[in-house]
């Protein structure tokens, strides 16, 4: 029996770094990708969409990664694991992002190999 494939939902406003990511899901984890550009882009996916995790990015237009985090944990009541993965790597960053509801948080440059692990432990 084929287990399903799991969910994940991309966020980042680069298209060169959610193409990266997708690349590395993609080789690592039988999965189903899904993109969008900012977060606001995302939170719509969201609202229509169930995801099995969300990776993403802080700084994007529109809608920013915190802004995001914090609305998918209060206003749609999802717990689904959220990764940041971002450029930003000061511990203030991360302590925002952490307390607004994500489960770990990753700086860039992104480590394959970290990301996959990090991703499969979320995942199980």
């Known amino acids: 029996m084929e287990t399903a494939k799991k969910k994940i939902l991309i966020v980042d406003d680069s298209r060169a770094v959610r193409q990266l990511l997708r690349m590395i899901l ?7 990708l899904a ?8 939170y719509e996916k969201l609202k229509t ?3 099995d995790i969300l990776i993403t990015d802080i700084n994007m237009p529109r809608m920013n990664g915190l802004s995001l ?3 998918i944990r209060n206003e749609l009541g999802l717990q689904i694991p959220i990764v940041i993965v971002t450029t930003m790597g000061h511990e203030e960053d991360r302590d925002a992002g952490m307390n607004l509801g994500a489960d770990t948080y990753i700086t860039k440059p ?15």
């Open 26 to 32: 993609e080789r690592n984890i039988a999965c189903e």
């Open 35 to 42: 993109e969008a550009e900012d977060g606001q882009e995302a």
């Open 49 to 51: 969409k169930n995801y």
């Open 69 to 71: 985090i914090g609305r």
């Open 110 to 124: 992104i480590n394959g190999t970290h990301l996959v692990n990090t991703v499969n432990s979320l995942l199980s």
